[in-house]
Nanobody, 124 residues
């Protein structure tokens, strides 16, 4: 069993940056695919970014490509989502997800573990 805890959300202005962290407990992240989803009020949950267990494959939603980057610190069992040039439309609750199947997919059904979410609010 893997428990995921996100942190790093907050209130920022358009154009600012934030770095979200996702730390796993229970077992190592090393062989898991890890991703991020977000859900804004009144909208459906959407895929943001994801990376395969070895980092060879990384996917981004078109809306964040070039602005968001996934990185990792295996020693700390943590994955990061660096978010630059934030826009008001990035405002949402962001969820870290993980899959024991170790390959990255865009569907929420492809992930077994979800964090509790962290709020990101971008003001204009």
């Amino acid at each position: 069993q893997v428990q995921l805890v996100e942190s790093g959300g907050g209130l920022v202005q358009a154009g600012d940056s934030l770095r979200l962290s996702c730390t796993a407990s229970g077992r190592s992240f090393t062989t898991y695919a890890v991703g991020w989803f977000r859900q804004a009020p009144g909208k459906e949950r959407e895929f943001v970014a994801g990376t395969s267990w070895n980092g060879v494959t990384t996917l981004y939603a078109d809306s964040v490509k070039g602005r968001f980057t996934i990185s990792r610190d295996n020693a700390k069992n943590t994955r990061f989502l660096q978010m630059n040039s934030l826009k008001p439309e990035d405002t949402a609750v962001y969820y870290c997800v993980a899959s024991a199947r170790n390959y990255v997919v865009r569907s929420a059904n492809g992930y077994d573990y979800w964090g509790q979410g962290t709020q990101v609010t971008v003001s204009s």
